[in-house]
């Protein structure tokens, strides 16, 4: 009996170790996949539907606008290659980085320049003129280091550019209603799961945590969640409508802030003092002549 009894905690045991071993490889898995799932590929092939081009052609025009008057010497575009956001930008070297390899950015174009982790930039310390990051801290496991990473690499004065969805708009509120469905067990996504919303003033308030001044900012994109090319062309007049009437209301936002470093005044010590200048006799000014007693003490009087 003891020897029995022996045997099973002697098996109980084991069960209890290969379940923790089992959890220990589960909750690994699950971080790979949170990580993998962390990545631009499902947003990149989400740009190839219609309305994904409808979003790729606003952005586009964006962001030639504001590159263009950047000027540098480096220039990073971090994440989503498939959308040429530095393709008319002045500045000579600029590369695009990605966190993983996939079929649609190992031949994109731009073609890419580096694989990089978005909260550990391989840049050392203000040596960037522009960082562009197109939806890039939606996607990031953590989008606060993502941005300090970028006030890192940033010379001062140097300009970041960001783009991402609007939770308060129409594609923000069918993408909460999907994510309501999906625990229920229905699957009806419009935009990739993925993609974790941050707000526009939220936003602004971790740039200025980070001493980033926001130069200006837009919204865009305000049609409905629809996908197909002939629903899209009939709500076009909704871009021009909400550009006017519901402006905070585009289902995308637009920023472009400038990294500020604050100066300081150096105050030297002052190692010679002024000399003290003795006083002086001051004629008068009424008769222009010395008075009496500025006289003698002028010319005193010899004693003898």
Known sequence: MILQALDKERVNRMKCVDANSCAIQDST??????????????????????????????????????????????????????????RNSRIRHCWVAENE??????????PLGLFANSVALPFTDQSLDLV???????????PHATL???????????????????????????QTRSQWYARLGFSNYFLPPEIDFIGYRRLRDWLKLLSFEVEGG???????SVQTPSLIAKFNWMDK??????????????????KRVRGMRLISPV????????AKAVPSVNSGKVSRASSEVLNPKDPS
């Open 29 to 86: 898995h699950l971080f790979m996949d949170h990580q993998i799932i962390r990545s631009t590929a499902s947003l990149a092939s989400w740009l190839q539907t219609p309305a994904g081009q409808y979003l790729a052609a606003w952005e586009t025009a964006q962001f030639d606008r504001v590159v263009s008057d950047v000027f540098g010497f480096h220039g990073l575009q971090l994440g989503l290659s498939p959308l040429p956001a530095l």
């Open 101 to 110: 390899v996939s079929p649609l950015t190992a031949h994109g174009n731009p």
């Open 132 to 142: 562009v990051l197109p939806h890039t801290l939606e996607l990031s496991i953590d």
């Open 148 to 174: 300090r990473e970028v006030e890192r690499v940033l010379v001062p004065e140097g300009r970041v550019i960001i783009s991402g969805f609007n939770p308060m708009s129409l594609w923000g509120l069918r």
């Open 218 to 224: 837009r919204f865009g994109c305000y049609l409905p």
């Open 241 to 258: 409508a909400g550009d006017r009437w519901w402006p905070i209301l585009g289902s995308v936002y637009f920023l472009a802030a400038v």
């Open 271 to 278: 190692w010679k003092h002024a000399k003290v200048g003795s």
